[in-house]
């Protein structure tokens, strides 16, 4: 809603264009956004992208799904693991393959994972823009607690090639288990310290709670998916209205808030934290034995001819991947539909009537990753 | 419902399988009805997911657009196939769905399709003064010092 | 501590043999450019410059496993008039290279730069006949001084690029043998 009413008489008041970005202290990526400033108080807010475009959509084309597979982890890096897993997936619903169950626990806690160190990310980052230095440090070193987790089965840290059509490509072991679940016990334990250092301080309370807050028909105008939307009162994950993988095996809620307001997000990523610990520990404790990849997966990846959709729920929101196959190996056409793209392009709604320092906060409160949006 | 809102206007509807493809029905409609299309969708709770193009002026000499809506809470995901000829322009939707806006601006971008109607229809992606439009299937690229292979030295 | 007898002037260039050889083992001579390198590089600080993928790894870096503030250069300058050292973390797209040679302009010398990752290196992951989009090595736009390879590189290897950095600052090896 507006907090402050801006006067838009040119002739009594100066208003003037900043610039913010491509290259700006919030760690979010190189995006620029124009700001119409009267004074202090946004007018208007234009996000101007591209910055980052790395022609992802235009290599499908030029290369075969096989050949394709290092490329969905870097159009979002942060979820690198979920997007890798994604895009296996959907090549696999169309190619009509099977996967082993212990392969399909695997990418459960994976993913989870995944997320997990994302959120975390994401609560350092977003921190660090709103000034407070120390949960920056506080966040970067669970995570890396994660990426040791990942590296020692996968080899990477952050961009993932872990998993394959038909499964995983390496197997795991009661080593990884066991810190997988050390990792569980720990964490738990670790989000009430982030709740007490974060969610009661009182100077981030007055900077979040009333801030970009997302108007009830933003979410039908835009397509919010994801925490944001959560945070607007829809209890909706793909997880749950659309199950992919084994995911509706596990138990696990979906936190939502009411107001929309920055606080509301935050609150909601936290929560969702814990529900990926949930996740992680049934999937753990059931973990099956048997293969790690199926046994006979075709050499040659050639859907059938057609239209496929296939959405999984990334920390951003929903990311999908529409393949139009015509029949050969090589993809007709190949478009990533990212959540973050969306989000921006709500920003010029809830950014304006705003104060500058709000906008920082709005710009991190919504988790974006910039090359998600340029692809 | 949606379906009877929207029989008059489009041309064939297929019932899909869901868990082969993701997605539950398909249409096929001329470009022109597209503003009313996306009006019903809107007046039923529909959103727009994404809106994008296929360059198949090889094979049905036309440029393909791709409306996918959506529903919260129950999926039901429709897609809808509008063919348009290569030098001719579409409706915008952005009027009805916001979020059209930018996923016009960028099929312009890419594959030079121009929306009636469309607020601001300028480059997203790529430069302001880009010549080109990149995603077509007979872009080439012209040689330029930031590629390796004209970089003489 | 045995006491040494200065003379108030010496032009004889015997009375300078003798005082280089009393006073030499006591005082440190050399040209006043090596010692600005030797501060130069163990305050290296770097512009925030993240582009993609690199820059978390660079962010885990300036983190608290693999403080880069121990070898004093934690201190991240979102100004570029205040930074010695671009970090370029990430591809490079072609809408961001002049902004690219902007910022490296406005960098008062002594200004050095690492290319952080495949992509800055020649393009990485994202080379292809057909691409549109991307500057194929940063090198095309500055002047850089350390490749680090690696998608993403490890913090670990962002430290052996400073050290590397250090080293060709000072022209001498960091870790004597």
């Not at chain 1, 100066?14 to 004074?39: A, E, W």
Request: net charge negative; glycine share 6%.
């Amino acid at each position: 809603m507006n907090r402050f009413e801006v006067e838009q008489d040119p002739k009594s008041r100066d208003t003037y264009y900043l610039n913010m970005g491509p290259q700006h202290p919030s760690t979010h990526g190189v995006m620029r956004i124009k700001l119409h400033l009267d004074g202090e108080r946004i007018i208007s807010a234009e996000p101007i992208i591209g910055y980052g475009h790395r022609a992802h959509e235009k290599m499908a084309e030029n290369r075969d799904y096989i050949q394709f597979l290092p490329n969905p982890s870097r159009v979002d890096y942060l979820g690198g693991m979920i997007y890798n897993v994604g895009y296996c997936q959907a090549v696999e619903r169309a190619m009509d393959i099977e996967v082993p169950e212990r392969a399909e626990y695997i990418r459960i806690v994976c993913n989870e994972l995944n997320r997990i160190s994302s959120h975390l990310l994401w609560l350092g980052t977003f921190l660090m823009d709103l000034g407070a230095f120390t949960p920056f440090l506080y966040a970067f070193d669970d995570r890396e607690k994660i990426l040791d987790i990942l590296d020692r089965i996968t080899g990477s840290r952050l961009t993932y090639c872990y998993a394959r059509f038909g499964g995983v490509i390496l197997d795991i072991d009661d080593v990884f288990l066991d810190n997988v679940s050390n990792f569980c016990t720990y964490f738990v334990e670790r989000l009430k310290e982030y709740e007490k250092l974060v969610i009661g301080n009182v100077i981030f309370r007055e900077r979040t709670i009333g801030v970009g807050i997302f108007a009830p028909d933003l979410a039908q105008k835009y397509a919010i998916t994801g925490p944001c939307l959560r945070a607007m009162g829809h209890e909706n994950d793909v997880r749950k209205d659309e199950p992919y993988g084994i995911y509706d095996r596990f138990d696990f809620d979906v936190p939502t808030q009411t107001e929309g307001d920055c606080f509301a997000r935050t609150l909601v990523r936290m929560e969702e934290m814990r529900q990926s610990i949930r996740i992680i520990e049934q999937a753990v404790s059931d973990m099956p034995n048997g293969l790690f990849l199926a046994a006979r997966v075709p050499r040659r990846i050639r859907p059938p001819e057609g239209d496929y959709y296939f959405c999984v729920e990334s920390p951003r929101g929903s990311f999908g991947m529409y393949i139009a196959s015509d029949g050969s190996d090589i993809p007709f056409r190949l478009k990533l539909r990212t959540p973050s793209f969306s989000h921006i392009s709500a920003m010029p709604a809830v950014m304006a009537s705003t104060m500058l320092a709000d906008a920082v906060a709005i710009l991190g409160s919504i988790d974006i990753v910039v090359p998600e949006i340029d692809r | 419902m949606i379906a009877d809102k929207l029989s008059s206007l489009l041309r064939d509807t297929t019932e899909v399988q869901y868990d082969a493809r993701g997605f539950h029905v398909q249409y096929t409609a001329s470009a022109d009805t597209l503003p009313q299309i996306a009006d019903a969708f809107l007046s039923e709770n529909f959103h727009l997911e994404m809106i994008t193009c296929q360059d198949r002026r090889e094979n049905d000499d036309a440029f393909r657009l791709i409306y996918q809506f959506n529903q919260y809470g129950m999926p039901q995901r429709h897609v809808i196939h509008a063919d348009i000829a290569p030098d001719a322009t579409a409706p915008s939707i952005a009027a009805t769905f916001p979020a059209a806006d930018w996923y016009e601006r960028e099929i312009f971008d890419m594959y030079g399709v121009s929306f009636d109607g469309h607020p601001d229809l300028k480059r997203i992606l790529m430069e302001e003064d880009y010549f080109g439009h990149p995603l077509l299937k007979d872009f080439v690229d012209p040689p330029n010092p930031y590629r390796s292979e004209d970089d003489a030295s | 501590m045995a006491q040494i007898e200065l003379p108030l002037v010496a032009n004889d260039p015997k009375d300078i043999e003798e005082l280089r050889e009393e006073v030499g083992p006591l005082v440190y001579m050399d040209l006043l450019e090596n010692l600005l390198n030797h501060a130069r590089s163990r305050s290296l600080w770097p512009l925030t410059f993240g582009l993609a993928c690199c820059a978390i790894e660079m962010m885990a870096a300036g983190a608290a496993r693999f403080d880069l503030d121990r070898i004093g250069a934690g201190v991240f300058r979102p100004s570029a008039r205040q930074a010695d050292v671009m970090i370029l973390a990430g591809t490079i797209s072609r809408k961001m290279a002049p902004a690219i040679k902007t910022l490296w302009d406005q960098m008062p010398s002594p200004k050095w730069a690492i290319a952080m990752g495949g992509c800055t290196i020649d393009g990485g992951p994202f080379k292809y006949p057909g691409q549109y989009a991307i500057v194929e090595g940063a090198d095309k736009i500055v002047p850089v001084d350390v490749y680090v390879p690696g998608c993403p590189p490890r913090p670990e290897a962002l430290f052996a690029a400073l050290f590397k950095l250090e080293e060709k600052i000072r022209a001498g090896k960091k870790f004597k043998k």
